[in-house]
């Protein structure tokens, strides 16, 4: 089935949460420059320098709203106030780290929030497709040298990825309970799904204990990147790889609603399955300066060393593939910020997506 996503979403309401975060301000501006109507809740960005502050996203969209998903009755008026078709799920607590220090409203956040947004989907007749953003830490982890499978079983170390295998168990639930794609059409008229990514880097991301950011915050700083992981090997990929897998994904639930109701993982090539230490030489490589020190603690909080993703479903089912490699995700990452002070930074994401969807 062939899918154009320059007529999927034109004049279609699509609520996006989290929108102001990193991957939610990318994903608004794509869908923006696909002709969608973009309904944004989140939280305020956590700096000025976001790529939400600095693209001005959240006024070229019909609604920018400050809310909180752990505020059910204000979810549901929302939802009843705009009546979106398509809905995004993105708005988490997404930090390992920070979940040791918050955990309680990590689980808030990342379980009942999410169950805050299915029961305003549910109780919402304008909502006929449902992305549920998750993670790749969703999965119990076992340290093994192949990737997940979308069948393996939830888990979680920290309180940060137990809370997404939660909520991937919570949102299976709901699929099944009130959204089954047996009852489509009769019961309900809902195609709901829930997406695993693997580490996601790109240009306007400055949270905490994140490589790219960490990396940036030092160069700019004239200081040597300090890597506490050096070994850790992650699957890494470019912002707009599992976008490119929400939007598509999306848009064939749209048209064949009881398809692809179930999850799926959008992960990078193999070749892009690469220790943190090599990531962190890229970006400096293409930055153009910088040093690396490794500061590991034997002591430190726990962090998986080893994570990969099995993408064979995305890329049967759905006909996905990852269009860049690490050396052209790092390259673009590396040259938004280089370049993010000076230009248009709207202007400098279109023609990173542009670019992007001329990849094969």
């Given at each position: 089935m062939s899918i154009s996503l320059d007529s999927a979403f034109r004049g279609k309401k699509v609520l996006v949460t989290g929108h102001t975060g990193f991957k939610g301000s990318w994903l608004s501006i794509w869908l923006k420059e696909l002709g969608a109507e973009v309904i944004g809740i989140g939280l305020e960005p956590a700096t000025p320098s976001d790529n939400f502050v600095l693209s001005g996203i959240g006024r070229k969209i019909v609604a920018d709203i400050r809310a909180d998903i752990r505020d059910r009755q204000r979810m549901q008026d929302i939802f009843n106030e705009y009546q979106p078709e398509v809905v995004f799920h993105l708005a988490a607590q997404p930090l390992v780290r920070l979940s040791y220090e918050i955990p309680v409203e990590t689980y808030e956040t990342n379980v009942m929030g999410s169950i805050h947004i299915m029961e305003a989907i549910r109780h919402t007749p304008s909502v006929k497709a449902a992305v549920m953003i998750t993670t790749d830490k969703c999965y119990e982890n076992r340290e093994q040298i192949w990737g997940y499978r979308e069948n393996e079983p939830m888990g979680g170390y920290d309180p940060y990825s137990s809370s997404k295998g939660a909520a991937e168990i919570a949102i299976s639930s709901w699929r099944r309970s009130f959204f089954n794609p047996a009852d489509y059409g009769t019961k309900h008229h809902v195609a709901?799904?829930?997406?695993?990514?693997g580490n996601v880097v790109g240009g306007g991301d400055w949270a905490k204990d994140r490589i790219v950011p960490d990396c940036i915050r030092a160069l700019e700083a004239g200081q040597p990147i300090e890597i506490r992981s050096p070994k850790a090997i992650r699957p890494w990929q470019h912002v707009?790889?599992?976008?490119?897998?929400?939007?598509?994904?999306?848009?064939k639930m749209l048209q064949e609603p009881t398809r692809y109701c179930e999850g799926w993982n959008f992960g990078p090539r193999a070749e892009s399955i690469t220790p943190v230490w090599d990531v962190a030489s890229k970006i400096v490589e293409y930055y153009g300066k910088g040093e690396l020190k490794d500061v590991s603690d034997p002591n430190a909080l726990h962090e998986a060393n080893l994570l990969m993703l099995d993408i064979s479903k995305a890329r049967m089912q759905l006909g996905w593939e990852p269009r860049t490699d690490i050396d052209l995700c790092c390259q673009l990452t590396a040259d938004w910020y280089k370049r993010y002070k000076t230009e248009d930074v709207y202007a400098l994401c279109q023609e990173q997506i542009g670019r992007f969807q001329g990849l094969k």
């Open positions: 709901i799904a829930s997406v695993r990514a707009l790889e599992p976008l490119s897998g929400y939007l598509l994904l999306a848009a």
